[in-house]
């Protein structure tokens, strides 16, 4: 199981950033993906989810700016982010629910972070 995530970067308040996670074989017939983030001296945290049916999770604070979706045929999960705030400043990073569902149970596969950086 291999997951690469892509697509962090530097951008202003206000501004938008997607990011791309690619999964190997067949993980997203039966796996939710998760993007989760930590922020320098704060826990990691899940931040949206989409299950292997297409149903989707939020954190609160992401709930309306941040948008997750899946391509099985790319086999790539995407986590596009809207009207960006410093807050939102963290290692991201995706990983898999060992259910098809956002079970919330912790996950059993990680990929590499990627770093969000909103500053002016």
């Known amino acids: 199981v291999q997951l690469q995530a892509s697509g962090g970067g530097l951008v202003q308040p206000g501004g938008s950033l997607g990011l791309s996670c690619a999964v190997s074989g067949s993980i997203l017939d039966y796996h939710a993906i998760w993007w989760f983030r930590q922020a320098p001296g704060k826990e990691r945290e899940g931040v949206a989810c989409i299950s292997s049916s297409d149903g989707t999770w939020y954190l609160d604070p992401a709930e309306g700016r941040f948008v997750i979706a899946r391509d099985a045929v790319k086999k790539t999960v995407y986590l596009q982010m809207f009207r960006l705030k410093p807050e939102d400043t963290a290692i991201y990073y995706c990983?898999?629910?060992?259910?098809?569902?956002?079970?919330?149970?912790?996950?059993?596969?990680w990929g590499q972070g990627t770093q969000v950086t909103v500053s002016s």
């Open positions: 990983a898999t629910d060992p259910t098809a569902y956002c079970s919330g149970s912790p996950p059993d596969n």
